[in-house]
């Protein structure tokens, strides 16, 4: 019984590190994609044609997917 729970123990310890490094990527993932969410918006304050209008809906819609996805 003490070598399982000894056993788990290592793995728990191995597994934190990488555990570690993907949450540092998903942080930097998710602030790159909060930094195009801002940008467009700022475009969009500033005016924009019918189609540019579009695009921006499209990629902002896409981009707060992501979001969503990355962010917690």
Not at 44 to 63: F, H, I, V
Request: net charge positive; glycine share 6%.
């Amino acid at each position: 019984m003490k070598q399982t729970i000894g056993w788990i123990l290592a793995v728990l310890a191995l597994w934190h590190g990488p555990l570690d490094a993907r949450n540092n990527c998903d942080e930097a993932a998710c602030a790159a994609v909060k930094e195009k969410i801002r940008n467009i918006e700022s475009r969009m304050r500033a005016g924009y044609t019918r189609a540019q209008g579009e695009r921006y809906e499209a990629r902002l819609k896409e981009m707060r997917a992501k979001r969503r996805k990355l962010c917690r």
